[in-house]
């Protein structure tokens, strides 16, 4: 079997209807962890896997330096996380899952790219980033946020020149369990109040460990679009096991002011010092009679077994509906890939043909599928094995590129004080992505 990587610490950003490759890391210079762990970086495809140095980084964490076949290949196996997909709608087709691409939200539309006269002078007042949020592009890293909270109660506000106007307040909460949330808002609005603009940091700690780093903002303009966003940070430890975890998480979205369109998109990452990670992400958007969703996800458990999914599908007010989807299960080299590909008319009418992979670890793999226009399938043949083992942006990326996480101080703890344990989860689904 082969070894093929994409390079443990590039990645490439596209504004297209795909997945996303996180932000590279960064090194963990200045942290709480104080472990010195030695992390490779793999460069080159094919079998061409070869090192191109590493870097040393201050953490605590279990990290491998182990690599397997990684890398799929085949028109049935393509890498969400590796291939770009542009989804667009042809009523002339009746087979396969392409989804509607979204005008009003490319980087080039007005929408997404125009940007409107801040409500803040220079040198007076916050200056806002009052610009929606942009599609497809993840979990920003803290550090693209430039969250800087105000070490003192302030409570300000202004008008300016022009009749807009402005305001930045701070302050601080305390609790029980020496919980304490810093916080900063600040806001502003044209004269007319037309276009407006919110945000708010915060950052919350407690005995036990917890600590988070948040922001939300939201806004409108003048052309009636209006925007929703908010981003989260947080470290916590694990009760029993004493393993600390990393999670992030951001959900955005967006409706225009001049048609029927919107969009929404719900990110997640945990991460935990073992090697257990698990993303995903759930996506919505609309452009006047055209719907589309997508739901993905993949999960290592790090120790070799990693499952990946995608599920996309759109329909039209005329009824016409298509979709894909896919799944792969692979350890130490063995596993399996199926999937459907689906499509079904106004008048109700459905075609769809499925198809399925096993992966035996010995160079053997078994192909076979079907459809529904008679069509079907059943081979094996002389074929290579390439999955992702381990996640491109792992536990060590991710506790490099959370330095203002782990520098929150918390609360002075009083002698003879101790926190109480974490409260377990609730029966709810807060937790679980919007269905």
């Not at 803290?142 to 409570?155: A, P, T």
């Not at 300000?156 to 020496?178: A, K, M, P």
């Not at 689906?342 to 109700?348: A, D, F, K």
């Not at 076979?368 to 083992?389: L, P």
Request: net charge negative; charged share 30%.
């Amino acid at each position: 079997m082969a070894a093929t990587s994409s390079g443990a610490f590039t990645t490439l950003f596209t504004l297209k209807f795909h997945r996303l490759h996180e932000a590279s890391a960064l090194p963990a210079e200045q942290c709480c962890f104080e472990l010195v762990v030695h992390r490779r970086c793999l460069r080159g495809g094919g079998g061409g896997g070869r090192e191109s140095g590493g870097r040393l980084s201050r953490i605590s964490c279990c990290c491998s330096d182990s690599v397997i076949p990684i890398r799929r290949s085949g028109s049935s196996a393509k890498s969400h996380a590796e291939k770009c997909e542009e989804w667009r709608f042809d009523p002339k087709k009746t087979s396969h899952g392409a989804l509607p691409s979204i005008p009003f939200a490319s980087s080039q539309s007005r929408f997404q790219s125009k940007h409107y006269p801040r409500c803040a002078p220079r040198n007076s007042g916050p200056q806002s980033r009052d610009t929606p949020p942009k599609r497809d592009t993840g979990i920003a890293n803290e550090k693209d946020w430039g969250i800087n909270l105000l070490n003192e109660n302030v409570n300000e506000s202004s008008t300016n020149e022009d009749g807009s106007t402005w305001y930045r307040e701070s302050g601080e909460e305390l609790g029980e369990n020496g919980y304490r949330c810093r916080w900063t808002r600040m806001g502003g609005q044209s004269h007319d109040g037309s276009s407006e603009w919110k945000e708010t940091w915060w950052e919350k700690s407690d005995w036990t460990g917890y600590k988070e780093l948040g922001v939300e903002k939201s806004g409108k303009n003048a052309e009636g679009d209006s925007w929703w966003e908010t981003w989260q940070e947080v470290l916590h430890q694990d009760e029993w096991s004493n393993i600390a975890g990393i999670e992030r998480s951001a959900q955005k979205q967006a409706k225009s002011g001049a048609e029927n369109a919107g969009w929404y998109e719900k990110w997640w990452e945990k991460y935990d010092a073992k090697g257990w990670t698990e993303k995903g992400a759930h996506k919505y958007g609309r452009l006047n009679e055209q719907s589309w969703w997508e739901k993905w996800g993949e999960n290592y458990d790090g120790r070799g077994s990693v499952v990946k999914w995608t599920d996309k599908w759109a329909e039209t007010e005329l009824g016409t509906k298509w979709g894909d989807k896919w799944e792969e299960r692979f350890f130490a080299g063995i596993g399996s890939r199926q999937g459907e590909t689906w499509h079904v008319s106004p008048s109700g009418e459905r075609w769809s043909r499925t198809w399925g992979e096993e992966h035996f670890g010995n160079g053997k793999v078994h192909k076979y599928g079907k459809s529904t226009t008679g069509e079907s399938w059943d081979i094996v043949v002389d074929e290579g094995t390439y999955y992702e083992a381990e996640p491109h942006y792992g536990w060590a990326d991710v506790v490099g590129d959370s330095t203002q996480l782990l520098s929150i101080q918390p609360r002075e703890r009083p002698p003879g004080v101790y926190p109480n344990p974490p409260s377990p989860p609730t029966d709810g689904t807060s937790d679980l992505p919007p269905t």
